[in-house]
């Protein structure tokens, strides 16, 4: 015989879930007991369960789906407090695995029209069943271990998701037969489904031979492969342009003819590119509003567009294409790969003509301001140049500064919140960035975001993770200040209280980090050499109160390549 939950403990290892998080509570109790028991799965327990859902989607993010995450929160509350995590997984497309705990089957209100009958009894299942690819309530003990492993494949396959499990504490305590887990020796592999393409694809390859002026626009849903990284060294050797949206810019790399992200915050290059192509081919991208500004009929107003994308529903959505292929973005890779290396390459003029709009464009935009967000960026991208280092954005301008401006090289990534644009998403999701990628990492974070999770900075400090803290301390929610400025003739109530923001380099002092404040270029530049050479747990707070915008920026009702400021 065997403990219900020892049973867990041994599917998720033998899954591969190697790090899950939490914020124990009693009807979590066997679990993360058992967990911790059988040892193959470290838990990290953290001071919210938000926090510990963005640190679970964190360990999928920076594994590009290689590894499921987890995180467990009790019944009632527990349960909640991970919804906007789940939410956060779910529109993203990351594979994460979460268990709540429920209370006694025998306390379960069942049919009954009342509200509830156990203590912290309530119906989580429910409530997630939007945001998940699977969510479900255990009613007996001989179905928890069949339910787990449907939930983590359904979690892994096709279009990746958040999967739920609730469990009651007695179906957790409850023993189950000796061989319940001889499947795991037995199993016979996912069928996995594979359609060919091969009409498609060479019917792109000879829409990209005709093309004067192509362009790739790579998404989120195309950067989670393996051969992502090989096939943007191949396109840039071929002298293909290509742009990113933001979940695409996350892993893209600083290559020659790759010129930025695109959109409301893009590069003023990357929107010009896909204003005046003549050919796009979008990947894995869905191309929201952000991407695209409010009239989809201006978008990309020269090209024939071709979209491929694993998720049908997706194709020809919101911006009407030429062409639609369903299909994973890593087939269009392989298939793709010995035709580009055969053709000729595409337009020098083309890429000549973007290069020397880059050289215009891509340059400080705040020459008035005592520090400069462009300049902060620079600076990171001079040291970090070409070494390891994850960078993990929260939401707000810091995000829109960081996305536009750090150029990623060598192995590095960066990680958004990008679907849901959670705040409190930067530092807790470092947390799981971390342990996954056994890298330093840097968050950057606006005074706004990091309160949301800011007792997360204490779990960083206890594991002495090798996490920079970047704080842009503009003394406002600066974002949405700047639309109130805009549409609203100043009134800037709910984001700016004159004076209301609390130190942040106390409060990493508080929490046993070394903190720092600032307010010049140069002194940030010394603290971040410093933590490269000795990557440790470390806050920097950055005095920027007159930082209060994003430029470029697009206004409502303007095509995306007219950013503001407007430049001809």
């Not at 403990?9 to 939490?22: I, M, P, R």
Request: aromatic share 8%; with cysteine.
């Amino acid at each position: 015989m065997m403990k219900a939950s020892d049973a867990v403990a041994h599917v998720l290892a033998a899954n591969n879930v190697t790090y899950g998080f939490e914020l124990i509570g009693g009807m979590i109790a066997h679990l993360v007991d058992s967990i911790n028991l059988i040892g193959k799965t470290k838990l990290v327990s953290l001071h919210h369960e938000q926090a510990a859902a963005f640190a679970a989607g964190g360990i999928a993010r920076a594994t590009n789906n290689n590894q499921i995450g987890l995180a467990l929160g009790t019944s009632g509350p527990g349960a909640t407090n991970l919804v906007t995590g789940i939410a956060d997984c779910w529109l993203d497309s990351y594979p994460c695995i979460f268990l709540t705990g429920q209370v006694n089957t025998n306390e379960l209100k069942g049919d009954r029209a009342i509200r509830q009958q156990g203590f912290q009894e309530l119906d989580i299942v429910s409530i997630v069943k939007s945001i998940t690819k699977f969510a479900y309530q255990i009613q007996k003990k001989e179905e928890l271990i069949p339910k787990l492993q449907e939930a983590i494949n359904i979690a892994k396959s096709g279009r990746p998701g958040p999967v739920l499990l609730d469990i009651p504490m007695d179906l957790q305590r409850a023993e189950l037969s000796g061989d319940i887990l001889d499947y795991l020796l037995s199993a016979p592999k996912q069928e996995v489904l594979v359609h060919n393409h091969q009409a498609d694809f060479e019917f792109v390859i000879n829409k990209l031979n005709q093309a004067s002026k192509p362009l790739f626009l790579i998404g989120g849903g195309a950067v989670c492969t393996e051969e992502f990284s090989i096939w943007q060294r191949l396109i840039s050797k071929c002298g293909f342009p290509h742009v990113a949206s933001l979940k695409g810019s996350e892993k893209c790399q600083v290559l020659p003819c790759y010129y930025g992200m695109i959109g409301s915050y893009g590069t003023r290059t990357a929107n010009h590119a896909i204003q005046n192509c003549d050919l796009l081919v979008v990947l894995g991208s869905r191309m929201d509003v952000r991407q695209t500004g409010a009239d989809t009929a201006d978008f990309a107003r020269k090209a024939e567009i071709i979209q491929i994308d694993i998720d049908t529903e997706q194709l020809n959505n919101r911006v009407k294409t030429d062409h639609s292929i369903c299909s994973n973005c890593g087939d269009f890779y392989r298939y793709s790969e010995k035709l580009l290396c055969e053709r000729i390459k595409s337009s020098s003029t083309w890429k000549y003509v973007l290069d020397q709009h880059w050289q215009n464009h891509f340059i400080n935009e705040y020459p008035e301001l005592s520090i400069s967000p462009f300049d902060l960026c620079q600076s990171l991208n001079s040291v970090f140049h070409e070494h390891d280092v994850h960078y993990v954005a929260d939401v707000g301008n810091n995000q829109m500064w960081a996305a536009h401006s750090i150029l990623l090289t060598g192995k590095q990534a960066m990680h958004h919140s990008g679907g849901l644009g959670a705040m409190g998403f930067a530092i807790p999701t470092a947390i799981g960035v971390s342990y996954a990628s056994q890298l330093p990492v840097v968050v950057l974070t606006g005074d706004g975001g990091a309160q949301l999770n800011i007792q997360e900075l204490d779990i960083i400090a206890r594991e002495n993770l090798p996490i920079l803290t970047i704080v842009f301390n503009n003394d406002s929610l600066g974002m949405v200040r700047s639309f109130q400025e805009m549409y609203f003739d100043g009134r800037n109530e709910s984001t700016y209280w004159s004076g209301y923001s609390s130190s942040f380099c106390n409060v990493g002092k508080a929490y046993n980090i070394n903190s720092f404040s600032i307010n010049n270029i140069d002194e940030f530049k010394t603290l971040i050499e410093n933590f490269f050479n000795q990557p440790m747990p470390m806050l920097i707070e950055v005095l920027m109160s007159d930082a209060r915008e994003c430029r470029p920026r697009l206004a409502f009702g303007n095509p995306i390549d007219k950013q503001f400021p407007i430049k001809e």
